[in-house]
């Protein structure tokens, strides 16, 4: 087994981990099926190899195990041996190759190093391919294996949550008992900008499912190439079938496209921005709204205005968002920005884009690939701190603790960019009056 020091090693080329056994070959069986059954659908993972001649080498790689037969795309993968307390690590010279995912073997990197080949307790050594490393210095040239262990990453929380129902409750009191520090402004205003199918819609149905108890879909929402919704919506939640509307409005818009004169015009948004678009005014990209026609609001209000832009993407969309709609996205945040309202980002589908939160949303923020999703921020010029990770209710008839808290804090923080807002509002009003 790994020593203290050896796990240390491993960790440090890794960050602020742990590993957790997964598999142990001399307990669980020297062959691919045992492997698979114990390792799929984790990432990452380190794997290593033990020989008689003493060598303990194996890899490390961000990719979930499969059985599909298939190479995968890793551009962090490497292997690693141990020179008395010395690691020294062979980085993939090919991204695109860098794990296989073979059924009958146990972890196959390229096909350079294989423990557990073809269910025997070997290891097939084949240097140059993907990753470049002496034989001699990997494994001493002793291709039988005394033992091979697999060990699942397991990073540290990068952000602390608490997952129990007493938190549930204190979340959706807090959200009830919210209040403005604006008093002309009851119910601020939360504009959800996206793609079309990255869950707009969905976030709405799923904070509105928390407050009523059950699963609902009083928004439409659903996969399409095109939005689904089509007229500006302004959704109140309320506290229950009969309660009381929450101190929030989430306002769903057109989906973004990435082809010019489809999805979201630029001209539509300035005006829900300020607040001139009514509610249920029907999107027509080709002719946005003019300030002459009939439902124009001319004189809005505070109230009317958008308090928080929420930028709602896909998590396991966001490495290939097309060019012309992160031009469109760019040109969106450029324009939010000059008027002064505060963004964040909701990201959606995490489950989807990461075998590990699809097995526990727990996992959420020990992910390395969500955390990964500083991308997301990167391309709309939000940091890290403002990205907020959710899972849309989609195919679920009942509610989830672990997935209504996530929800609940998107909501939250929600709120604290308004506060913000109308704290920058009030000094900006206070400057003024001492001016004058």
Not at 155 to 162: D, F
């Amino acid at each position: 087994i790994l020593t203290q020091s050896q796990q240390r090693t491993i960790c440090a080329q890794l960050g602020r981990v742990k590993l957790q056994l997964l598999y142990k070959a001399s307990i669980h069986g020297f062959t691919g099926a045992a492997f698979h059954q114990r390792c799929n659908n984790r990432s990452p993972t380190v794997s290593v190899g033990y020989n008689n001649s003493g060598f303990v080498f194996g890899g490390y790689t961000k990719q979930p195990f499969s059985q599909s037969g298939q190479y995968v795309n890793d551009d962090q993968a490497f292997l690693f041996t141990f020179n008395a307390k010395k690691l020294i690590k062979y980085p993939v010279n090919n991204f695109a190759c860098a794990v296989r995912m073979i059924a009958n073997s146990g972890p196959y990197f390229g096909e350079d190093l294989v423990l557990v080949n073809a269910s025997q307790a070997v290891t097939h050594s084949n240097p140059g391919n993907y990753y470049n490393f002496p034989a001699a210095q990997m494994h001493g040239n002793d291709l039988n294996l005394t033992e091979c262990e697999v060990y699942q990453v397991e990073g540290k929380p990068w952000r602390t949550v608490i997952w129990e129902s007493g938190k549930r409750t204190e979340l959706i009191e807090y959200i009830k008992s919210y209040k403005p520090t604006v008093s002309s402004v009851s119910q601020p205003r939360v504009l959800l900008i996206g793609p079309v199918g990255a869950g707009k819609s969905s976030f709405f149905n799923s904070v509105n499912s928390v407050f009523r108890g059950h699963v609902t879909s009083q928004a439409i929402s659903g996969s399409s190439s095109t939005s689904l919704t089509t007229q500006f919506r302004s959704y109140s939640v309320k506290a229950g079938r009969e309660g009381k509307p929450l101190p929030i409005i989430l306002c769903d818009t057109m989906g973004l496209e990435e082809t010019k004169g489809a999805g979201l015009d630029i001209d539509d948004l300035s005006s829900i921005l300020k607040g001139h678009l009514p509610d249920r005014y029907q999107f027509n990209p080709s002719a946005p709204l003019h300030p002459e026609a009939h439902s124009y609001r001319t004189s809005p209000g505070l109230k009317d205005k958008i308090h928080c832009v929420a930028y709602v993407i896909d998590a396991s969309k966001v490495s290939i968002m097309p060019t012309g709609l992160e031009e469109k996205l760019d040109a969106i945040r450029r324009k939010v920005n000059l008027i002064g309202i505060p963004q964040l980002v909701l990201l959606t589908k995490v489950d989807e884009a990461c075998p590990q939160v699809k097995e526990d949303v727990r996992n959420v923020y020990r992910s390395g690939y969500i955390k990964d999703m500083q991308e997301a921020g990167s391309r709309l010029g939000v940091p890290l701190s403002c990205i907020i990770p959710v899972k849309n209710y989609s195919e679920e008839l009942e509610l989830d603790m672990n997935c209504d808290i996530l929800l609940l804090s998107a909501v939250i923080q929600m709120f604290r960019f308004v506060d913000n807002y109308f704290d920058e509002l009030s000094d900006r009003m206070s400057n003024i009056q001492t001016k004058d």
